[in-house]
């Protein structure tokens, strides 16, 4: 079955970075769209960033030019740089990988958070 395992959340402070990465099982990751999204309390899910098979990147207006995606087809892993962290970063943030077939399928999430 398809898993995907995050890791690399944390407490940081403003301007701080972290590294997220997510271990993707059970898809052929080397053909697969993934992505990064995050959820703040009472808001929506939010897109960060994503990356297809053939590495054209897209990144959520908030986070353009702060957090880079990146993905390492061997590792079968999507990592996520996020730089000059602010406050408003603070969410839980989700792997994702969407099957054009089946539809969008979610990791467990991380907690990010930045203290000003």
């Known amino acids: 079955q398809v898993r995907l395992v995050e890791s690399g959340g944390g407490l940081v402070q403003a301007g701080g970075s972290l590294r997220l990465s997510c271990v993707a099982s059970g898809i052929i990751f080397s053909t697969s769209a993934m992505g990064w999204y995050r959820q703040a309390p009472g808001k929506p899910r939010e897109l960060v960033a994503t990356i297809t098979s053939g590495f054209i990147l897209n990144y959520g207006d908030s986070v353009k030019g702060r957090f880079t995606i990146s993905r390492d087809n061997a590792k079968k892993t999507v990592y996520l740089q996020m730089n000059s962290l602010k406050p408003e970063d603070t969410a839980v943030y989700y792997c994702?990988?969407?099957?054009?077939?089946?539809?969008?399928?979610w990791g467990q999430g991380t907690q990010v958070t930045v203290s000003s």
């Open positions: 994702n990988y969407r099957n054009q077939y089946i539809g969008d399928y």
